[in-house]
T-cell receptor, first 111, second 113 residues
Framework: GEDVEQSLFLSVREGDSSVINCTYT??????LYWYKQEPGAGLQLLTY?????DMKQDQRLTVLLNKKDKHLSLRIADTQTGDSAIYFC???????????FGKGTMLLVSP | EAQVTQNPRYLITVTGKKLTVTCSQN?????MSWYRQDPGLGLRQIYY???????DKGDVPEGYKVSRKEKRNFPLILESPSPNQTSLYFC????????????FGNGTRLTVT
């Protein structure tokens, strides 16, 4: 079946860039998402990319998609302590299909 | 404000005592879903519903029931809770067409003793 893989943990210093990586197996994925979960809260949509795009930039966030390698990354520039959270990658085949989530990457930002 | 509302936020119960976790959305979304989140296992889908009166099993449906009698509500029912159902539960909703991201509730932390 479909699978989405992420590394479980990333630690960076405040002000550095963070890069969270994700690989997926479904080459038919149409929508790819990044969600952020802060402690004690639900998941919030951070950003997304469509499969016909290679890159998307949104303020401090840059999403890169390599369809050939089925690899998705999220880069956070100038990482702040408030960015400490769990980040989930998810893919979706179509608007009618369910999302497949990775297990999440815990990002710890130290001062 | 567009939101998914779950209740209660915290629940402690005993084995075998039936409970219901409610979920309501105000975005007129067709699709609703329940997930559980456990350390090291990420999010696992329990049940989902594509529309009113249409429900399907997710990856871990055993021990759970759902109903979708109205578009806005999607309650999760545990007829006879067991300690292995101690978890953090999330309800989510989205539209059914094209790009429509999932909106999540704030979660229900359930402890079954």
């Amino acid at each position: 079946g479909e699978d989405v893989e992420q590394s479980l943990f990333l630690s960076v210093r405040e002000g550095d860039s963070s890069v969270i990586n994700c690989t997926y197996t479904d080459s038919s994925s149409t929508y790819l998402y990044w969600y952020k979960q802060e402690p004690g809260a639900g998941l919030q949509l951070l950003t997304y990319i469509f499969s016909n795009m290679d890159m998307k930039q949104d303020q401090r966030l840059t999403v890169l998609l390599n369809k050939k390698d089925k690899h998705l990354s999220l880069r956070i520039a100038d990482t702040q302590t408030g960015d400490s959270a769990i980040y989930f990658c998810a893919d979706q085949y179509s608007g009618y299909s369910t999302l497949t989530f990775g297990k999440g990457t815990m990002l710890l930002v130290s001062p | 404000e567009a939101q998914v509302t779950q209740n209660p936020r915290y629940l402690i119960t005993v084995t075998g005592k039936k409970l219901t976790v409610t979920c309501s959305q105000n975005m007129n979304h067709e699709y609703m879903s329940w997930y559980r989140q456990d350390p090291g296992l990420g999010l696992r889908q329990i049940y989902y519903s594509m529309n009113v009166e249409v429900t399907d099993k997710g990856d871990v449906p055993e021990g759970y029931k759902v109903s979708r009698k109205e578009k806005r509500n999607f309650p999760l029912i545990l007829e006879s809770p067991s300690p292995n159902q101690t978890s953090l539960y999330f309800c989510a909703s989205r539209g059914n067409r094209g790009y429509s991201p999932l909106h999540f509730g704030n979660g229900t932390r359930l402890t079954v003793t």
